[in-house]
């Protein structure tokens, strides 16, 4: 309201500038006796007019102080209304809270305690089940010790068993008769065969090739186990000591060189023997050993004509030994078979010229027949004028009767 009043005040005082300047023209323009009156008749009417004015500002004034304290006293209690509608939804607001606050709490409370008894049952069997997972482990490991102490008990009673050369070597042999009952059909080999008339070596096993021929020839197989060197070999791998184990290897191979030396010049004795003979040893492990060293097996096979084979190569080649004893049991089924066609051509061809002959007599007999027919008519003719019948009168009832006669005698 003060910008009003200072607005309407303005106005007033443009006005009296204008009316001033209007005046000031006109008493320039009629300078004379009327001038004076018209000034002092303004005057008055300006007098006249601030004095309306001077009322007109007090009136709007006091207006506009009503208006002031009537804007007053509602915006106090426009602001009490709203300090009591605040303070009101702060308590709706507090006591929300508060009882969002108890219910989350006993919310709370009732989810810890189903957590607490399920994690507690949850607990409980896993602690139960880990502990019987622990007993049975434990159980376990109670029979696993006892194994590897029978085991243990065992090795040493099988190193304390290989110690001695004789029961090595009849290990070996076992095993090798095992391998031989198992692949060979029964007779195809001999053991402890002697090789030469009158000599005293003889070799573990002979197995038959399967050749026709009156004395088949033989293949020598010896089984040998060297296990000092194989040993000393597997104590230096286990030692990572390289040069014990190159020592270990040069040993091995010069000892598997001696015995093959040996079983070509006991067991190879052509034509009673094949050309090559079989160095057995009784373990794949041995095997393994000799075959990575660079070139021995390739040395041995050809400087003495000897096989290195191991329990995993050896049935193999049984096999095929075998199955040469299956084709010469097919040729020798064939041959039989091929004497019985030429037997049953042979009989096919009696049995065509005694076709032949009963084709022939068959014929003598139909001739016989025909003949035996002719002479019953000329005998029926005969009958038939002893019975007072003419002959000549009924030919063709003869000849139709002798001819229904010869077609039943034909059918039947």
């Not at 004095?51 to 426009?78: I, P, Y």
């Not at 607490?116 to 602690?127: G, S, T």
């Not at 990575?292 to 290195?308: A, H, K, Q, S």
């Amino acid at each position: 309201m003060d910008g009003l009043g200072a607005g309407v005040w303005g106005l007033v005082a443009l006005a009296v500038i204008a009316i001033v300047a209007a005046l000031v023209l006109l008493a320039r323009r009629g300078r004379g006796a009327d001038g004076g009156d018209l000034l002092a008749r303004v005057y008055v009417m300006m007098e006249r007019d601030s004095a309306a004015r001077l009322a007109d500002g007090e009136a709007q004034r006091t207006r506009l102080d009503q208006f002031r304290a009537e804007t007053a006293d509602r915006l106090g209690a426009m602001a009490q209304s709203l300090t009591r509608d605040l303070a009101e939804a702060r308590v709706r607001q507090s006591e929300a809270l508060r009882e969002m606050a108890e219910t989350s709490a006993r919310q709370l409370d009732a989810i810890r305690a189903t957590v607490d008894e399920r994690l507690h049952e949850a607990v409980e069997r896993q602690m139960q089940t880990s502990f019987q997972r622990v007993l049975e482990q434990f159980t376990a490991m109670q029979k696993a010790m006892g194994e590897v102490s029978a085991m243990t008990a065992q090795i040493g009673d099988l190193k304390r068993l290989f110690s001695n050369v004789k029961t090595r070597g009849g290990w070996g042999e076992a095993q090798l008769r095992a391998i031989l009952d198992d692949v060979l059909p029964p007779g195809a080999y001999e053991a402890n065969c002697r090789l030469r008339e009158g000599s005293a070596e003889v070799v573990e096993f002979a197995v038959r090739m399967p050749v026709r021929a009156t004395t088949p020839p033989l293949l020598a197989i010896d089984s040998k186990f060297p296990t000092e060197a194989y040993e000393r070999l597997l104590d230096a791998v286990d030692r990572v000591d390289a040069e014990a184990e190159r020592a270990a290897r040069r040993a091995l191979e010069t000892t598997l060189k001696i015995e093959a030396r040996k079983i070509a010049a006991k067991y190879i004795v052509p034509p009673v023997t094949v050309e090559f003979a079989v160095l057995y040893l009784p373990t794949d492990g041995l095997y393994a050993e000799i075959a990575r060293i660079p070139g021995l097996v390739d040395e041995i096979g050809r400087t003495c004509r000897v096989m290195i084979m191991g329990p995993g190569l050896l049935p193999a080649m049984l096999r095929t030994i075998h199955l040469g004893y299956v084709t010469m049991a097919l040729e020798e089924r064939t041959d039989g078979i091929a004497r019985l066609l030429g037997a049953t051509r042979q009989e096919m061809l009696r049995m065509d010229g005694v076709l032949e002959r009963l084709a022939r007599n068959a014929s003598a007999m139909s001739s016989s027949i025909d003949e035996a027919r002719r002479r019953t008519r000329v005998v029926a003719k005969q009958l038939r004028g002893l019975d007072g019948i003419d002959p000549d009168a009924a030919p063709a009832m003869d000849e139709g009767a002798a001819e229904r006669g010869e077609t039943e005698f034909n059918g039947a």
